[in-house]
């Protein structure tokens, strides 16, 4: 798990927020995660959670769950 995280820190990159588009999702917790995917442009949001994530195909993000992701993007297992 440390591998990952500082892998993840080696990479990431800090979003600045031009648009808020609160309130698109039934969680208000997600909501932050949706509006730094959007701004982002990200590739996908990749979560457990599909149901709620739903309104992230209007802003042309995929919600995938882990496993989805490893075959989406070519990751080796």
Known sequence: MD???NELARIIE???????WRPQLRDPCD??????AA???A?????YNLR???PAKLFGIP???PEQTFQ???LPW
Do not use: S
């Open 52 to 54: 709620d994530f739903g």
């Open 14 to 20: 800090p979003v600045t927020t031009h648009y808020q």
């Open 3 to 5: 591998a990952i995280l």
């Open 31 to 36: 909501e932050m995660v949706l509006e730094a």
């Open 39 to 41: 701004n982002a442009q």
């Open 43 to 47: 590739q996908a949001i990749v979560t």
């Open 72 to 74: 989406q993007f070519n």
């Open 63 to 65: 919600v995938l769950n």
